[in-house]
């Protein structure tokens, strides 16, 4: 992917169109799925993508997918309002009633941010949108779709789900696939993760829907940084393959009871070191109906 510093794209502002078709999948069936989070766990440490997805241990409310949490509702409700209206204190002004929006569906989120704190947590999530309005001009855009969920059953191979934060289509029919990172952007060659993820989005834009994104869009309000890439069907026929490859391996360690650790400076986000043999844990005995709801593997 390319970064640019210039976010405002006069081709997908002004009137907007309407996505044809472009609908999410309701009817979920009963069985294996793979997002693109996911995927990059079993990438990361296939014992990770076990605890999460076949184990589904518990993990603490972390402060930082809270803070982005927050600022994506902020940002996705902020299209309700009427162009003129999309302001930063239209923005900032929203943080108090997202936040007690998400506290009513988790309550667990209390104790991560104290009353006495609140005023400080509300500041960083200020801080972050305002860095947004450096990127773009909400007054500009009406998006043909936010948070919307795709499903894609992957021949012989599980149903691939994403939800994309934003989608714009502009008058010529461009598709452009954005997504908000609250964090920074990731240093010259640690951005693998997140391009594989807006590669998965495009892949289900493409086998759902038809449709090539002319451009997929990064938009790291951490540092105000853009990272724009435009696939071509050979990268999003790769990116596919990919995922492919992927489940192969999943179902192969399902099959042979093999969920090795791979130790990483990343271990020090994982909340499962108690469990991990890498740090002198035990993992859980494994349940073969947790390996066969996530795998359809029968062991
Ligand atoms: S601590 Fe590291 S090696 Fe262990 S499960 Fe977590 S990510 Fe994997």
Redesign the pocket.
Known sequence: MDSTGDVVDGSYCGAMTSLPGLVGSSDTPPAPSLSPSRANDFA??P??FR?RVLDRLPEPPSAAAARGTLVHRVLETLFDHPAAERGLSTAVSAVPEAWEHMLERRPELHSLVPTSELDSWFAQAAALLGTYFTLEDPFRLSPSQRELKLEFQLPEGPLLKGVVDRIDVAPNGAVRVVDYKTGKAPRAGYGDSAAFQMRFYAVLLWRTQGTLPSVLQLMYLGDGQVLRNSPTTDDLAATEQRIARTWSAITDAARSGSWR????P??GW?A??A?????GGTPPDLDSADVRRATGIAV
Not at 261 to 264: D, G, M, W
Not at 275 to 279: I, R, T
């Open positions: 990361q440490c014992l990770l605890f650790p791979r130790r990483s990343l271990c994982c499962h070191q469990h991990c043999p890498e740090f």
